[in-house]
C-alpha cells in the first residue's frame, strides 16, 4: 500500500505527512498579525438558492413554486429583481455595509447530481468525469505551507478538500480537545517506543512523523488560542460555536492561512420552508456575528469568507413540498475590502433552461477558486488546479 494511501485509511488521516526533522517537535513561528485569511464555509446538502437568493420580480419563480414561493412582502429587497430570504436579517446589514457579493449561476460543465459526486467535484476542483484523490486545499497545502496547522478544518474529521498528495490539513473541534488527546498516554507511549527498525519501514516511518508533527502543532495551537477569548454573543448551534472558534484562532494572531467549516442539513425533498428558514437563519445570524467578532480584532479587513453548495435545487418544487437536486446555485463573497460588492452578475435565467429544466451556470466555481488562490492568496492557481480559470473581480 502506498503512503499516501495508507494515511488516507487510518484514523489520523487528518494529520500531515511530512516532517524535517522527526526526532523532535517542531517549533512553530511566533504567532502572525495582519497575514490574509481565507474561510470556507460549506452549505452541505445542496441549498435551494432560488429561495436564498430569491428573483421577486420574476413570475416563473412564483409558477413553478405555488406553496414554495417566498411573497415579495416577505423578501429582503436587495434590489429591485433581488432579495434574500427572510430569515437572513444578518445577513441583509452585512449586505447593507458592503460586505457582500453575491455570485449567481455559479456550477460546472456537465454537471453531477449526486451528493456524493458533486461534493467531491467542488472539494477536488476536478472536471465532472475525472476522480482525483486529492483536495484543492490540499494541495496548496501541499505547494505553500510548512505545517498542518495552516490549513484548519473545524471539526472531528477531514474533508477531501484539505487532503493533499504530500500532506493533510488538521482537523479539530476545538483546541483544547486535540491537545488533551495528545496528552494522553498511549499517545506518548506510541512515540517512545518507536524503534529504528519501524521507523526504516515505509508506512510506520510515516505515521511517527505524523504523530509527532499533531503533538506539536496542538500544543502550538493550544497555546496561542488560549490568550484570546471572544467578545461577541454567538448562536448557540453547530455553524455558531464553530465559528466562534474560528473567531477566536485568527484573533489569537494563529499563522494558518486557511479555515474550513460546515453545516448539513440543506438536503431539502420535503417541508422545505421550515427546515431552510431554520438553517440559513442559522448561518446568516452565525455570519453577522462572525464579521463583528473579527472587526473586533482587527482582522476583518485581511479575512475573505467564501460560502458555497454543492448544487442548487430544481426550479419547480416537486410533490412533497420540497425542492429536488438542481445544478448552478449562487455563492457569498464576504469581506471588508471587495473591487465589486452587490450582485455580481446576472439573476437566474428562469426561461432558458437546460434538458433537465434546471438552471445553466454561468461562472465556474474554479474561477472562484483561481481568484482567491491567486489575488488573495498570492499563489500560483495553475499548479494547485491543474488548469488556467478566468479570474473574476470581486477582490
Not at 438536503?267 to 446568516?284: I, M, R, V
Request: proline share 3%; hydrophobic share 35%; with cysteine.
Amino acid at each position: 500500500m502506498k503512503r499516501r494511501d495508507f494515511l488516507k485509511t487510518t484514523g489520523v488521516a487528518s494529520m500531515t505527512m511530512l516532517l524535517p526533522n522527526f526526532l523532535k517537535a517542531l517549533e512553530f513561528s511566533p504567532s502572525l498579525k495582519g497575514h490574509k485569511k481565507l474561510v470556507i464555509i460549506q452549505l452541505s446538502g445542496g441549498n435551494d438558492g432560488l429561495n436564498t437568493v430569491i428573483p421577486y420580480e420574476n413570475d416563473l419563480y412564483y409558477k413553478n413554486r405555488p406553496t414554495l414561493g417566498i411573497g415579495k412582502n416577505e423578501v429582503l429587497k436587495i434590489t429591485d429583481e433581488l432579495g434574500l430570504h427572510p430569515s437572513m436579517k444578518g445577513m441583509e446589514k452585512l449586505f447593507e455595509k458592503g460586505y457582500v457579493s453575491i455570485l449567481n449561476n455559479i456550477g460546472y460543465p456537465n454537471p453531477n447530481r449526486s451528493h456524493f459526486r458533486a461534493m467531491d467535484i467542488w472539494h477536488t476542483a476536478s472536471d465532472s468525469d475525472k476522480y482525483l484523490d486529492s483536495g484543492w486545499l490540499g494541495r496548496y497545502l501541499d505547494s505553500n505551507c510548512q505545517s498542518s496547522h495552516e490549513v484548519l478544518e473545524i471539526d472531528t474529521t477531514l474533508s477531501l478538500a484539505l487532503k493533499g498528495d504530500a500532506k493533510n490539513a488538521l482537523a479539530l473541534k476545538n483546541p483544547n480537545s486535540l491537545y488533551q488527546l495528545t496528552k494522553e498516554h498511549y499517545f506518548d507511549s506510541l512515540l517512545r517506543n518507536t524503534s529504528d527498525e519501524m521507523l526504516s519501514e515505509d508506512n510506520l516511518g510515516y505515521l511517527y512523523k505524523t504523530l509527532v508533527e499533531t503533538k506539536s502543532s496542538a500544543k502550538y495551537i493550544f497555546n496561542t488560542s488560549k490568550t484570546y477569548e471572544s467578545k461577541t454573543e454567538f448562536p448557540k448551534t453547530d455553524i455558531g460555536q464553530k465559528l466562534e472558534t474560528t473567531a477566536e484562532l485568527i484573533n489569537s494572531g494563529l499563522d494558518t492561512s486557511v479555515y474550513y467549516v460546515s453545516t448539513t442539513g440543506f438536503d431539502t425533498h420535503a417541508f422545505q420552508q421550515k427546515q431552510q428558514e431554520k438553517l440559513l437563519g442559522n448561518y446568516s445570524d452565525a455570519m453577522l456575528s462572525f464579521v463583528e467578532e473579527l472587526k473586533k480584532g482587527n482582522n476583518f479587513k485581511d479575512t475573505l469568507i467564501v460560502t458555497f453548495s454543492e448544487f442548487g435545487r430544481r426550479l419547480a418544487e416537486n410533490g412533497s413540498r420540497g425542492t429536488d437536486h438542481g445544478t448552478a446555485g449562487p455563492m457569498f463573497v464576504i469581506s471588508e475590502n471587495l473591487s465589486k460588492n452587490g450582485i455580481f452578475n446576472e439573476a437566474p435565467d428562469l426561461v432558458n433552461l437546460d434538458g433537465n429544466k434546471d438552471i445553466k451556470y454561468h461562472l465556474d466555481f474554479r474561477q472562484v477558486y483561481a481568484t482567491v488562490l491567486d489575488k488573495w492568496l498570492k499563489v500560483d492557481s495553475s499548479k494547485i488546479l491543474n488548469n488556467n480559470f478566468q479570474h473574476l473581480d470581486f477582490i
